[in-house]
Nanobody, 118 residues
Framework: QVQLVESGGGLVQPGGSLRVSCAAS????????MGWYRQAPGKQRELVAV???????RYADSVKGRFTISRDNAKNTVYLQMNSLKPEDTAVYYC????????????WGQGTQVTVSS
C-alpha cells in the first residue's frame, strides 16, 4: 500500500516563505513524475509544479520564479519551496506521484492547507 503524507502547510504573511513536503511510503518503482497541485475554494485543482524522473521541472506561469520543486530520492520525498507568497497562493496543496512501467500507478496525498494572509 502506497501512502503520500504531506506536511509543512500553515499560515504565512504576504511576501513570506513556506516549504511543503510529501513523503512516500510503500512499494514505489519506475517513477515517472512527482508533482504539486493546488485547489482554492470554488476553483478547479491546478498544476503548480512537476519534476520528472530525469529531473526536468515545469511550473505554472503564476509561480515561476517564486516556487521551486525538488526531490530527495533517498528519502522518497518531494518538496515545494514557496517564496514571495501572495494571497492568491492560498489553497490546499496536494502532491501527486505517477509511477510504474506503464505509469499505471497514480497516487495523491491528503492535502495541506496553505494560507497567505496578513
Amino acid at each position: 500500500q502506497v501512502q503520500l503524507v504531506e506536511s509543512g502547510g500553515g499560515l504565512v504573511q504576504p511576501g513570506g516563505s513556506l516549504r511543503v513536503s510529501c513523503a512516500a511510503s510503500g512499494r514505489i518503482f519506475s517513477i515517472n513524475r512527482m508533482g504539486w497541485y493546488r485547489q482554492a475554494p470554488g476553483k478547479q485543482r491546478e498544476l503548480v509544479a512537476v519534476i520528472t524522473s530525469g529531473g526536468r521541472t515545469r511550473y505554472a506561469d503564476s509561480v515561476k520564479g517564486r516556487f521551486t520543486i525538488s526531490r530527495d530520492n533517498a528519502k522518497n520525498t518531494v518538496y515545494l519551496q514557496m517564496n514571495s507568497l501572495k494571497p492568491e497562493d492560498t489553497a490546499v496543496y496536494y502532491c501527486n506521484w505517477v509511477f510504474g512501467p506503464l505509469n499505471e500507478y497514480d497516487y495523491w496525498g491528503q492535502g495541506t492547507q496553505v494560507t497567505v494572509s496578513s
